[in-house]
């Protein structure tokens, strides 16, 4: 089932290649966990130099105007300067340092330590493909009691952005709208709600080459489309989510490369209470921001304080003449607050939840990225698509791919 999106609906979201909001790092490939589906190649030896990753930062400063860094890999925090990499960015670079990892080696000693860094924020990877300790072969919904757990103790700190990455699978999809219900329920310590659809390759509908060359496909480290024989889209995610909730609505978008219909990066904005969720803004607030944003300091931003999402009431309000969704939200919650007087005192939280396609392949073989992508990483000085780094990495160029002859 798919459900009708219309990029003309939404504000396409203005990131390119050379401005920016984020700059994704990658200071090891050493993991410390197993994922299904990642496109990382895991590597014990792999730990890289606090010159060379200010080489990388360097890179990004002379090519990509960008507000946040993506501190991702494997898993940084298994490598042993991982404050000192924070500090460095913060500090010596201006960028906000976002700290993606499975949080296995999070404690709250190295939490604190991360903060006085200068820690902007976190996104943890918390899903049922992973092979977690103690908690191997528990559903999505179980899984809440460890984000839970790992948002309270963030929370404790104070002050730091976070985000759950959900990886969704086929036998998966049916959780989406309950991990988004859970996730309203804490909209006060949960900033953002991101479901990355499964990835694999595509083997038995295309070859793969390097440089002309046809390679072995099982190389790769997504191998296996007997995992995912029919890929998901951000347009099966809606269908999902609006069978429970048929107000959700998007407000802005990135497109894909290639296929102007294709959403690659889906975005909603929502406000709510830990009672209630009032309404979605729509594309006005999220060109507004933007525009305004960059217009004040020079660029685009992914990351808000959690201070400033706590002040939605203000947000809607300033908005609503130019924005419908906002004007619906305001609607809902006066109208909700005539019934419970004490929704007039509850802060009113803004949270976004983001689907997010990977790369699919057209039926020539073009590869449909994401326009506009903001995971650009750095390889050999140069900008490159961290979801593919391990081709560059492994081939010393990009494959292509080229639709299979019948027999």
Known sequence: MES??????????????????????????????YCEGCYSRNDPKSDRSLAEIRTDLEVFQRHRRLDSISIAGGDPLVHPDIVEIVRMIRQDFGYKPILNTNGLALTPQLLHKLKVAGLFGFTLHVDSSQSRPHWKGKTELELCELRLQFA???????????????????????????????????????????????????????????????IDVEQLVYFGQDKNPEPLTAHDVVAEIRKTHPQYSPCAYLGGTHDPDSFKWLVSLRLGTKQKVHGY???????????????????????????????????????SPIDGGARRTVKSYLGAALSDPRELVRPLHIQSVVIIQPIDFLPDGSANMCDGCPDMTVHNGQLVWSCRLDERKEHGCWLNAAPRRSA
């Open 281 to 319: 803004l729509g594309p006005r607030y999220m060109e507004t921001a933007q525009v305004a944003h960059h217009l004040v300091f020079n660029r685009y931003f992914a990351y808000t304080d959690p201070g400033i999402l706590s002040h939605g009431r203000r947000f809607s309000a300033l908005l």
């Open 152 to 214: 309270q103790m963030i929370a404790a700190e104070g002050g730091l952005s976070l985000a759950f990455n959900s990886t969704v699978f086929r036998h998966t999809l049916s959780d989406v709208p309950k991990l988004m219900e859970w996730a309203a329920k804490h909209i006060d310590i949960v900033h953002s709600m991101v479901f990355i659809l499964f990835r694999t390759s595509r083997q038995t509908e295309y070859d793969y080459f390097a440089g002309g060359k046809p």
């Open 4 to 33: 009708e999106l219309n990029p003309k609906d939404y504000y396409r979201l203005p990131w390119t290649l050379n401005d920016n909001v984020l700059g994704w790092l990658e200071p090891t490939k050493r993991c410390n966990l």
